[in-house]
């Protein structure tokens, strides 16, 4: 599964890329500190899942998630951050929306889940090969 990861903060966006790195399966194949270049990473790069701070330094996060969905990038947006009022109880089309203080806890097993979900048609496509392989083999 392809992640994108925007946050302005350096030893912020190490952490999250530290821990997708922990998710057999994963690959970080961007990471932006801004709008624009994370809208022309998001466009080239195609990825499943972008990993979105609300705290941008350019106050631009939930207007980056805006665009996403305008432009029907395709990707799941989960947005990092400590939810605000205006934030609490709505997703403003976002996957989900997770304290950076308790990644471990919150964002960590739901990437799973994600990751278990998207890989699951493989898995059962690759199962019904076999079950094909080796039922033609019998005969």
């Given amino acids: ?80 951050g400590e939810p605000r009022g205006e934030l609490r109880g709505e997703l403003h089309g976002a996957a989900g929306i997770f304290d950076r203080h308790d990644l471990d806890h919150g964002l960590l097993p739901r990437l799973q889940s994600e990751m278990w979900r998207h890989s699951e048609p493989l898995r059962l496509s690759a199962l019904s090969d076999q079950i094909r392989s080796s039922t033609t083999n019998q005969w």
């Fill in 1 to 80: 599964m392809k992640f994108v990861v925007v946050e302005d903060d350096e030893a912020q966006r190490r952490q999250l890329v530290s821990l997708l790195m922990a998710l057999p399966g994963a690959m970080v194949v961007g990471q932006a500190s801004a709008q624009a270049p994370a809208m022309a990473l998001l466009r080239q790069l195609d990825p499943d899942v972008v990993l979105l701070s609300l705290d941008l330094a350019d106050g631009q996060g939930l207007s980056l998630l805006e665009r996403i969905h305008r432009e029907r990038l395709g990707c799941h947006v989960y947005l990092i």
